[in-house]
């Protein structure tokens, strides 16, 4: 699979209420995970994720992610090229691997290998 961009994740204060904002952009679709630690709608094959944990990882603004075969190899490829790790390939539930980068000029590169 080439890479691709599937996913954006909005970092959130207050999970409820842009759960409900999030619901109301997205004209009544509901959200396809609905956890305390993370709420995903799915729109048309994107993946929009609110993370209530995602100021204290560092998040700042929403990270579009790419969605990659090997993680691993890509991250070492990344920096090899100049980029910065911001956090490292982790598991977050059932195998689904994620990991965020910087460029030069600080701006976040996320990626995503799914299960």
Same mark, same amino acid.
């Given at each position: 699979? *080439?890479?691709?961009?599937?996913?954006?994740?909005?970092?959130? /204060?207050?999970? &409820? !209420? #842009?759960? =409900?904002?999030?619901?109301?952009?997205?004209?009544?679709? &509901?959200?396809?995970?609905?956890? =305390?630690?993370?709420?995903?709608?799915?729109?048309?094959?994107?993946?929009?994720?609110?993370?209530?944990?995602? /100021? /204290?990882?560092?998040? @700042?603004?929403?990270?579009?992610?790419? /969605?990659?075969? &090997?993680?691993?190899?890509?991250? *070492?490829?990344? $920096?090899? #090229?100049?980029?910065?790790? !911001?956090? *490292?390939? =982790?598991?977050?539930?059932?195998?689904? $691997? $994620? *990991?965020?980068? @910087?460029?030069?000029?600080?701006?976040?590169?996320?990626?995503?290998?799914?299960?």
């Amino acid at each position: 699979m *080439a890479p691709a961009l599937k996913t954006v994740i909005y970092p959130v /204060h207050d999970l &409820d !209420q #842009a759960k =409900s904002l999030f619901r109301r952009l997205l004209a009544g679709v &509901d959200p396809v995970m609905d956890e =305390s630690y993370y709420v995903q709608f799915n729109l048309g094959g994107l993946e929009i994720g609110l993370d209530p944990n995602g /100021h /204290h990882k560092g998040m @700042t603004a929403p990270v579009v992610y790419w /969605h990659v075969d &090997d993680i691993k190899q890509t991250v *070492a490829e990344l $920096l090899q #090229a100049g980029a910065e790790e !911001q956090q *490292a390939v =982790s598991d977050v539930g059932g195998g689904r $691997l $994620l *990991a965020t980068l @910087t460029d030069a000029d600080g701006n976040t590169i996320g990626l995503i290998q799914p299960v």
